[in-house]
């Protein structure tokens, strides 16, 4: 049973516009997310995080906002770059020796 | 130093090779970690280290073998692949369990 489903395998966005990458989870053990950025035959590269005991954390163009109640994450990536096209992936962890469990990853092409 | 060091970046090897990846962090990270990363999919751990320690084998076939010779590098040993193995193999540390993963740039593994 997959843990973290990100449910769109891709999306496209034109520059300048909003990125919108979701991501849901079933494990109410998780009170730490993570987003991933990967560029092809790269490591994920960390791009940012929030606590549960959070709802909102930014980061310049980078925001991702946290639903406990719906188990559902969200990044939001304003205004959208060609840069930013890459694969993301959210990943969760609980507290206590958990380690990452990661979404399948959403493919984010960002149109000029 | 922020980063883990994956070396080599690429290694071609035949099914009756021996052969080691190794992966190298100075932040003082105890916890280490090997994903396995097949093209579209996700990361998917294979082996956690913390503070030297083999901590999580994710039932990995004996073809591979991991090492930690100190808190500083991790090795994983390869013998008798498939061709099925070819992957991109990522090394990943973390200060504690959980959070605040660095990822190395991977080594990108052929078995012919």
């Known amino acids: 049973d997959q843990q973290v489903k990100q449910n769109s395998p891709s999306l496209s966005v034109q520059e300048g516009r909003i990125s919108i990458l979701n991501c849901d989870y079933t494990?109410?053990?998780?009170?730490?997310f993570l987003w991933y950025k990967k560029y092809p035959a790269e490591g994920p590269t960390f791009l940012i995080s929030i606590s549960s005991i959070k709802d909102k954390n930014e980061d310049g163009r980078f925001t991702v906002f946290l639903n406990k109640s719906a188990k559902h994450l969200s990044l939001h990536i304003v205004p959208s770059q060609p840069g930013d096209s890459a694969v993301y992936f959210c990943a969760a962890s609980g507290s206590g020796n958990t380690p990452l469990v990661f979404g399948k990853g959403t493919r984010l092409s960002v149109i000029a | 130093d922020t980063e883990v060091t994956q070396t080599p970046k690429h290694l071609v090897m035949g099914m009756t090779n021996k052969k080691s990846l190794k992966c190298e962090q100075h932040?003082?990270?105890?916890?280490m970690y090997w994903y396995k990363q097949k093209a579209k999919k996700p990361p998917e751990l294979m082996f956690v280290y913390s503070y030297e320690k083999l901590s999580i084998n994710e039932s990995v076939p004996s073809r591979f073998s991991p090492e930690c010779p100190n808190s500083s590098l991790l090795n994983l040993h390869l013998h008798a692949l498939q061709p099925e193995d070819s992957a991109l193999y990522l090394c990943?540390?973390?200060?504690?369990w959980g959070n605040g993963y660095t990822f190395g740039s991977g080594t990108r593994l052929t078995v012919v």
């Open positions: 932040m003082g990270h105890r916890a």
């Open positions: 990943a540390s973390s200060q504690d």
């Open positions: 494990n109410s053990m998780f009170d730490y």
